[in-house]
């Protein structure tokens, strides 16, 4: 079926420097997306989010890229801090998927002081 | 409540019993969602609970799993006869509404069957 996935399972990153974290998509139908963010022993935390009608979207030192020709999103962290240390997964929705989300397979990112 | 509480945050069974995991969601959220993470891996959607409709089982991976949610609110995500291979971190999220999509996740039970 289709399904969400990530190109690197482990980032490792130097405290300071930018983060980019990869997804690749291939539901085309999929019009909403979201970053989580889990620490260990915790649930997700949602990070950001972007609709299909949206190249860009930018938080609080991230930003989100949505590249629909290539179904591609992507996750950048601004100045990676020690506290970014987690499991960043990228999940997808569909309207026919109602409220439900498929999630990809996660990306651990390692921040290195 | 503040947040979504799970409970128990760690169970082990013997293989063929009987488990029942618990979630509260955050008051006023009408949505409930029950995913299941194993180790290493991403969340696989189980079943969604909205308000008053039919919950979508669509999820569920065999029909020794059920859920419940009671009164709009509390739910139970019930395994009959575990098996090894339904050990895993077992997550509730709860959204406001249908067109909410930010979930707020608890932080899960952590099921081992031994």
């Known amino acids: 079926g289709e399904s969400v996935g990530l190109h690197l399972p482990t980032l490792s990153v130097q405290e300071g420097d930018n983060s980019i974290i990869n997804c690749a998509y291939s539901n085309s139908a999929s019009d909403y997306f979201i970053w989580y963010k889990q620490e260990s022993g915790k649930g997700p935390q949602f990070i950001i989010d972007?609709?299909?009608?949206?190249d860009k979207r930018q938080g609080q030192r991230v930003t989100v890229l949505l590249n629909k020709t290539v179904k591609h999103l992507s996750l950048q962290i601004a100045a990676t801090q020690p506290g970014d240390s987690a499991v960043y997964f990228c999940a997808e929705n569909w309207g026919a998927a109602g409220n439900k989300l498929t999630f990809g397979g996660g990306t651990r990112v390692l921040v290195k002081p | 409540g503040a947040g979504v509480s799970q409970s128990p945050s760690n169970k082990v069974t013997e293989k063929g019993k009987d488990v029942e995991l618990r979630c509260d969601p955050i008051?006023?959220?009408?949505?409930l969602y029950w995913y299941r993470q194993s180790l290493g891996q991403g969340l696989e959607f189980l079943i969604y609970f909205q308000g008053n409709s039919a919950p979508d089982k669509s999820g569920l991976p065999s029909d020794r799993f059920s859920a419940e949610r009671t009164g709009g609110s509390v739910s139970t995500l019930t395994i009959q006869r575990t098996q090894q291979e339904d050990s895993a971190v077992y997550l509730c999220?709860?959204?406001?509404?249908?067109?909410?999509?930010?979930?707020?996740f608890g932080s899960g039970t952590r099921l081992t069957v031994v």
């Open positions: 972007i609709r299909s009608n949206m």
């Open positions: 008051s006023g959220h009408t949505a």
């Open positions: 999220a709860s959204s406001r509404n249908t067109g909410s999509y930010g979930y707020t």
